[in-house]
C-alpha cells in the first residue's frame, strides 16, 4: 500500500509563493512518475504538472507554465510543487498522486492510482 501526504497549502495574497510538499510511503517510490492535480468548488479535478522518476522530465498545464515548478527527492520519498506568481484562480485544492504506469508522464486522472487527501490553496486579491 502507499500512502501520499500533502502538506503546504494555506492562504497567500496573489502574486505571493507556496511551497506544496507530498511524502510518499513504501519504496517504490522512485520507480514512479508522480504527478500534481488541483479541484476548485464545482469543477472537475485538473492537471497541474507530472514528473518522471529520476526527475529528468517534467510537464506542466499551460495555466500554470512559467509560473510553477515540479521537483522530486527521492532519498526523502518527496515530490515538491513550487507555486510563484500565484493568481486568485489558482485557488484550488492540490492534490498528489502515483501513475499507474510506472514511470509514464500522464496527463489524465485515470492514470494514476493513489492519491493523496488533498491540501488547500487559496489565493486572495
Known amino acids: 500500500q502507499v500512502q501520499l501526504v500533502e502538506s503546504g497549502g494555506g492562504l497567500v495574497q496573489a502574486g505571493g509563493s507556496l511551497r506544496l510538499s507530498c511524502a510518499a510511503s513504501g519504496r517504490t517510490f522512485s520507480s514512479y512518475a508522480m504527478g500534481w492535480f488541483r479541484q476548485a468548488p464545482g469543477k472537475e479535478r485538473e492537471f497541474v504538472a507530472t514528473i518522471s522518476w529520476s526527475g529528468g522530465s517534467t510537464y506542466y498545464a499551460d495555466s500554470v507554465k512559467g509560473r510553477f515548478t515540479i521537483s522530486r527527492d527521492n532519498a526523502k520519498n518527496t515530490v515538491y510543487l513550487q507555486m510563484n506568481s500565484l493568481k486568485t484562480e489558482d485557488t484550488a485544492v492540490y492534490y498528489c498522486?502515483?501513475?499507474?504506469?510506472?514511470?509514464?508522464?500522464?496527463?489524465?486522472?485515470?492514470?494514476?492510482?493513489?492519491w493523496g487527501q488533498g491540501t488547500q490553496v487559496t489565493v486572495s486579491p
Open positions: 498522486a502515483r501513475s499507474r504506469r510506472g514511470d509514464a508522464l500522464g496527463l489524465a486522472t485515470d492514470q494514476y492510482d493513489y
